[in-house]
Structures are given as C-alpha cells and as structure tokens.
C-alpha cells in the first residue's frame, strides 16, 4: 500500500498547476485525502487499542468479583483462568494496536506534511509579480511552512487525542449500563459537560494567544529589523538606544504572556477540578450501590478504574482544543493568503510556442500597473529578428515595464505583444520564458553552487558547458580561484561573492540557456569598466544569431548595437542607430551622450 506523494514525479508532472480549495475545510479535507487508506486502517487501530483500554478495568472487576466470592482455592478454578487472560490480552493489545498506529503515523505523517508543502508551493509559483510584490516572500514561505505543519497537527490531534476521548467516554458509559444506569448517567453527563465547558474555555484563552502571538511576533520583528541594519546601529554608537526600544516590545510581550499564562492555568485548575468531581462522584455514587447490594466489590473496582481511565484520556482535551483552534487559525491564514485566484493564467487552448523568427512587437499596447495609472498608452513598437536594441531614458520612463511586458510578468490592458507574429497571451508561460535569456538589474543567486547557479539556465548542461559560459562571461578565472572552485556555494542571493561577481555567474546563467533572445537589464552595472569590455567583446559573438535588448544607463554599453530606443514616460522620442542619434545636435540621446561624457550624468 502506497502513498501518494510528489517526492518522485518528473520535471514535466511538477509543471503543472495543482487545484486546491480556498476554503480551510475543503483544503483540510484534501489533505486528509492524500492519506487514502492509512487513515482508516490507523483510525481502526486506534479504536481497538481504546476497546482494550476500557475492557482492562472490565476484567479487573470480573478478576476482584470472583476473588471475593470464591474460596482461597480461586486459583484451581477454571472459571478464574478466563478473565486473567482476557486482562492480559487487553492489557497487551492495548499497548501493541497503539504502538502500531503510532508506527503507521511515523511513516504516513511527514509524506502528508510534505505534499501539502509542495502543493502551496507549486501554487505560489504560479502568482503574478504583482502578487509576489504585495507580499513579503519571508511571510509566505512562513505560512506555507505553517499550513503544512497545523495540516499535520489537526490530522493527529483528532486521532490520537479527541477520537481516543470520545471512544472512552463511549465505552466506558455502554459497559457502565450494564451495571447501573446511574453510573451510566453520571459518566454521560460528566462527559458532556465536560466537553462543552473545555471548548468554551478554549475558544475564549484563544483571544488571549493571539494577543501573546502577535507581541511575540512584534519582538521578534524589532529584533531582526536591528540585526539586518546592525552595521548602522554601531556607525552611529545607538546600541543602547536599539536596547530601550527592544524593552518597550517585551514589556508588551510579558504583559500579554501572563495573561495567556494566567488563563491556560485557569484551563488547568478547571480539568483538575472536573477530574476529582468524577473520581468523588463515581466512587460515591458505587459506594452506595454497593452498600444496597445492586453491584458487587469487582463492579465498584470496575467503575473507579474507568474513571481514572477516562481522566486519563481527557486531561489535555483543553490544551489539545486550543491547539486545533490555533491550528486551523493557520491553515486559514496561509489557504486565504495564499491559494487566491491567478492573475496570469494559460488559457485552456494556449499551446507552447515555437520561435523561428524572433521579432518582437508591441501592437496599440496600453498598461498601467494601477487602474488609474497609464505607463504605456496605445504603444506601438517592432524589433526585427536578430536586431541588437538598447532601450535607454531616465528612471521611470518605462523601459523595465518594457521587459515585464515582454516576459508576460502582467497582462497588458490592451493590445497585443507578438513574438514571431504569436501572441505571448495565446502561448503556456513556460514556453514563453524557456525561448528568453534574462540577465536582471538584481543578480540574484540560490544558496547553492556557483555550478549549479549557472546551470539553472540549462538544467541538462554538461560542466564543460558550464565552464565555457563562464570563461565568456569573465567570470571562469575568479571562480577557478576559490577553495572550492565551481561547488562553492554562493550563499543566501549570493552574499558570498561581490556584485561584480554575482552579476558574471548571472551572465552566464543567461548565456547557457541559448534562447533566441536575450533581455540584459543593466547586465553589467556592477561590473569595473575593464571587465565590462572584456564582457560586450565576449556577447558580439553570442548575440549574432540572437533579438537582444540592452537597458542600459552607462551609454556606452549600447553605442556599438544597431538601434538606440529613447524612452520617455512611455512613449519613444527617438528611435534609430547610435550614429544617427548622435548627429543630432538638439537630440536628448546627444545629450544624454555629451553629460555622460563630461561626467555630468551618471544616468
């Protein structure tokens, strides 16, 4: 018997888009799904494990009574030998059905917590960049890991905690009846009661660990605010300073701490109580059975051991209530947060598209990133296959829109972008991205190998490939000179290299995917202007058979490629050769050109 899990699917399975509820429940439900027949199976172990629990006191009783109304010559009865073994076998399964659904829950509970991870994830890839800026990315992956781990949590708490509860309660009361009903009721009242007044109490103490949640979560949110900007704090000697702000946070945190503490114990006190009110009610109440000669001695041993039994059962039913409601707190904060309708979706009849000719072109294109706000109105544009562009203007002039636009980051509000006369709308986002190279502003980098960086670009790329890549983006000699050459890691987005680094292993990311076109956005900012030459020497060749588009703000970058774009709040206010803009006197490129060339502009 198998579960069903993703730890094992290929690249193409993993591509696709899961379906996932929006609602907690559903979404809960799922999960629990995923299970298939482990849940049962565990679910029946559970309930012959609780059956053994309660037939141990049953036994005892049936052992007691006939200890007491025999003679010392007990142990040559047959009739003793039945109710000793049955004690011993219910004592011995108790343990072992439990033990095995503990060992079944070690197998199926971390699968479980994982799909849930990789479905979210799956899910969160898929959101537009306008979702992805409206969020922090720490917050997400935090409630993703959250939503996983109460996913988890809910499942067993029911299982092995309420179901075991109510099964005692249940049973006891059924073997109850048939020695007194009013044992019976008592127990069934009890049960009742308490159950109803340990959900109350939960439901209010949960008001109180938010609070404690969130002061917690404040603290913990000046602290990192202090230790990301720690370099500051010394320059400027506010160490005590950053020490008095972080105690107004904890004087709000203890606050809110003893009252979440204070009413948890009050939680205690009541299931303390509750417990000696059953253990003083059943013992009188078997008491006075016995003394009017309607139970024997066995059944009043019966009925306290069941009580005891019961207590144990119940005595973290509060706490166990108060954890599920926080539970399904955070499977509601990360579903709602997270599994939200895509902005950017495939349409049903959107096919992977096949570049032969990569032109590109903007057709009466009108964007905005807010409703009311127009970067591009009626924007019309074509670049021929295999022409080199730069697309140059001041900040906020459009050009990173431009790029956005291009790799479908967002939906243009109307119009058409077309790539080889196709409509990037019509076509799967992973083709479109698969035929584009992107070298960005931000070199990020994973926390992995300098190797394995370069060869996201081309996930089958050989290490001569890698290395070959590197050597053309310049970057070959300064790795080959690390301890750890190619396999050293790079660090949290690159922290160990230095920009100039992180921007070369960039580089040759994008060489190596060998796409028909190629986005630099400001690919080489952080390089000196040495090895920036060295690079634009290095691209000649690899642009040849490339559509490339060069933002640029350092105008030397674009000079030697065949057109010049100017932007202007979204509109092109020249277009032509670096020759022919130059020689226009009164041109704002020839402006821009002469105050970069004086050192005036340094965009």
């Not at 109350?200 to 603290?219: I, P, V």
Request: with cysteine; glycine share 4%.
């Amino acid at each position: 018997m198998k579960l069903s899990t993703h730890l094992h699917l290929t690249l193409d399975q993993l591509e696709k888009v899961p379906d996932l509820p929006g609602h907690p429940w559903k979404f809960i439900l799922l999960a629990l799904k995923r299970l298939k027949w482990w849940l049962p199976i565990i679910l029946i172990l559970q309930i012959l494990s609780t059956i053994c629990a309660v037939l141990i006191p049953y036994s005892l009783g049936t052992i007691i009574s006939i200890i007491t109304n025999r003679s010392h010559d007990v142990l040559q009865a047959s009739v003793f030998w039945l109710p000793l073994i049955l004690f011993t076998l219910v004592n011995i399964g108790e343990v072992a059905f439990g033990r095995l659904a503990g060992f079944m829950r070690v197998y199926v509970a971390p699968l479980q917590r994982s799909w849930v991870s990789s479905e979210m994830f799956a899910y969160l890839q898929h959101h537009s960049q306008r979702f992805l800026n409206q969020n922090f990315a720490g917050a997400l992956a935090s409630r993703i890991s959250e939503t996983a781990m109460s996913c988890n949590m809910i499942t067993w708490a029911i299982v092995f905690d309420f179901f075991p509860v109510i099964l005692t309660m249940a049973f006891s009361i059924g073997i109850l009846y048939f020695v007194s009903w009013e044992l019976s009721l008592f127990i069934l009242l009890w049960s009742i009661l308490f159950l109803f007044i340990s959900y109350k109490l939960a439901k209010k103490s949960q008001f109180y660990s938010k609070k404690f949640a969130a002061a917690r979560s404040e603290t913990v949110g000046c602290m990192v605010d202090v230790v990301s900007n720690l370099a500051l704090v010394k320059y400027f000697a506010r160490s005590a300073f950053e020490r008095h702000v972080l105690h107004r946070f904890l004087e709000k945190e203890v606050k809110s701490a003893r009252k979440s503490f204070g009413y948890n114990e009050f939680l205690q006190l009541f299931q303390f109580s509750a417990a000696v009110l059953l253990k003083v009610g059943v013992l009188i109440i078997a008491i006075q059975l016995w003394l009017h000669h309607r139970i024997n001695v066995g059944d009043l041993v019966m009925s306290i051991t069941l009580a005891f039994t019961i207590i144990a059962e119940a005595k973290n039913i509060s706490r166990r209530f108060l954890d599920i409601f926080e539970f399904i707190g955070n499977i509601e904060n990360g579903v709602r947060s997270i599994i939200q309708p895509h902005d950017l979706v495939d349409h049903q009849q959107a096919y992977a598209i096949e570049v032969h000719q990569p032109t590109i072109e903007f057709k009466n294109v009108t964007f905005g990133y807010k409703d009311h706000q127009k970067i591009f109105d009626q924007f019309n544009l074509k670049i021929k296959a295999g022409e080199k562009v730069g697309l140059v203007g001041f900040s906020g002039s459009g050009k990173s829109t431009f790029i956005n636009l291009i790799m479908r980051m967002y939906d243009v509000k109307s119009g058409a972008i077309l790539i080889d006369n196709q409509d990037i709308k019509e076509v799967t986002l992973n083709s479109l991205h698969q035929v584009i190279s992107y070298i960005p502003q931000d070199s990020s980098l994973f926390h992995r190998s300098l190797a394995e960086n370069i060869r996201y670009g081309r996930l089958n790329a050989t290490q001569a490939e890698i290395e070959t890549v590197a050597k053309q983006a310049c970057a070959h000699e300064f790795i080959s000179q690390l301890d750890q050459g190619y396999s050293t890691i790079a660090g949290e987005r690159g922290v160990n290299l230095s920009g100039g680094q992180r921007q070369r292993i960039a580089i040759a990311r994008a060489l190596i995917n060998e796409a028909p076109i190629l986005i630099m956005d400001e690919a080489t900012a952080s390089l000196d202007s040495l090895t920036e030459s060295e690079i634009q020497k290095a691209l000649i060749p690899l642009m040849e058979d490339r559509t490339c588009i060069v933002i640029a703000h350092r105008l030397s970058t674009v000079a030697n490629l065949d057109r010049i774009i100017y932007l202007k709040d979204g509109q092109v206010i020249e277009d032509g050769s670096p020759q022919e803009l130059l020689s226009n006197q009164h041109g704002a490129f020839k402006y821009l050109w002469d105050n970069q060339s004086k050192g005036m502009l340094a965009h």
